[in-house]
């Protein structure tokens, strides 16, 4: 029997108009005993149920997992599971057909209503991470679930360590359903790539830039370009399938620069021009003298939360200004992002506006840039839409 929660007089609202969390100051009381990651009941101060989810100690005090008086079990997981592996089959996997492509974000959390689960797909391995506790507690129905619905999928592999809340049920990176020899590589839009679950963050590999990568291609063609933060040099493949004349990968990790140069490696074998450079972004945008057709700007969260946003719209705008000057005056162009979810598109976009003046540069742009169809947003939750970029000519 699952444990009761009771909210205050008039805080169900939020609750009818379909907003997967519940905030602790909503909460009038709860049952004795609820234990973090239980399944709990939700009921209105007069009784009338209204959701079941995990409850959390925190500021979110229960993530909503159904508005339906159900059970939260396997079957429950299956059902979830099928209705998002539904949605891609129609509106994301034919994409891939021509390509052979077999990576993408099967479960996007609130935008899959599994509040606090994330499912990668890399060919025929799920890679799970759970940012709750309840999710964290729910791993064995989850895996069980994701090789009952996918057919594809033989391997499951939870990477929840590090996104996890601090607690005291733990949720150790490895295994869950078979054993994948490591690295494996993977296909994107014709693009090879080398995966490692059990190393890196996430799988090294970022799905949700996977159409803008596509369109960075386009715009390749002939060009010198430099792409920052490259990380697993996912951005750098693609300009060079494009047909860029150079390529530089810039990070500040040796791994991840190492990585960069073997997923090259494996798309072009030694032929193509490209450079890994291990160095800080900001001391490289200092010190090069050289000057580029295309930059990229794809930098990890500045702002985790709403009390950093002053200070990283501040660094999102000297950092584009730096890397507009490093555009050709002849006219360049600048693809560049935030993942940071407190950031607005009209904040990020006002500091690339500021970039532009601090840099002295005219600016038009071309794309406004975001998260692709396998990573939904519940229209209930504007929270999940959090990648925003633009492509901008520069002149």
């Known amino acids: ?89 129609k509106y ?21 209503l599994l509040s606090g689960l994330v499912v990668d797909i890399y060919g025929d391995m799920a890679v799970v991470q759970a940012h709750s506790v309840g999710m964290g507690r729910s791993l064995g129905l989850i895996a069980t679930a994701l090789t009952n619905v996918c057919d594809t999928v033989k391997y499951v592999y939870n990477k929840s ?65 430099l792409n920052l933060f490259a990380y697993t040099g996912a951005f750098s493949v693609y300009a060079l399938r494009g047909g860029a004349t150079k390529v530089d990968s810039v990070d500040s990790s040796a791994k991840a620069i190492a990585l960069a140069n073997r997923n090259v490696e494996l798309n072009f074998g030694n032929a193509a021009n490209h450079t890994g450079t291990v160095s800080d972004v900001s001391g490289y945008l200092k010190e090069t003298e050289d000057i580029y057709d295309l930059i990229i700007v794809d930098p990890p969260a500045f702002a985790k939360h709403r009390g950093a946003i002053k200070n990283a719209l501040q660094a999102y705008m000297r950092l584009n200004a730096k890397a507009m000057e490093k555009l050709a005056p002849s006219g360049g162009t600048l693809f560049t992002f935030s993942c940071s979810q407190a950031i607005s598109k009209q904040q990020f976009l006002q500091a690339i506006f500021s970039a532009a003046a601090l840099a002295g540069r005219q600016a038009a742009i071309l794309h406004y840039l975001n998260q692709p169809a396998d990573h939904p947003v519940n229209i ?3 929270e999940g839409d959090y990648l925003k970029g633009l492509a901008i000519y520069v002149k």
Not at 31 to 60: K, N
């Open 1 to 89: 029997m699952n444990k009761k929660i009771f909210l205050k007089h008039g805080r169900e609202e939020s609750i009818k108009r379909f907003h997967p969390w519940i905030f602790s100051g909503a909460v009038h009381s709860k049952d004795s005993g609820v234990d973090e990651g239980d399944i709990v009941g939700v009921y209105s101060s007069a009784g009338e149920f209204l959701c079941r989810g995990h409850y959390e100690p925190g500021s979110i005090a229960v993530r909503i997992l159904t508005f339906v008086d159900e059970e939260i079990d396997e079957r429950f997981f299956e059902n979830r599971i099928s209705e998002a592996y539904r949605m891609r089959q």
């Open 92 to 112: 994301v996997l034919p994409a891939f057909a021509a390509s052979a492509g077999d990576v993408y974000r099967l479960v996007h959390g609130e935008g899959d």
């Open 161 to 225: 360590r590090m996104t996890m809340p601090a607690s005291k049920y733990t949720a150790d990176d490895g295994w869950l359903s078979g054993k994948k020899k490591s690295p494996a590589n993977v296909c994107e839009y014709g693009n090879r790539f080398e995966i490692n679950p059990e190393e890196g963050q996430k799988t090294g590999f970022y799905i949700d830039q996977r159409e803008n990568r596509l369109l960075l291609q386009r715009y390749s063609q002939g060009a010198s370009v």
């Open 380 to 382: 209930y939750h504007p």
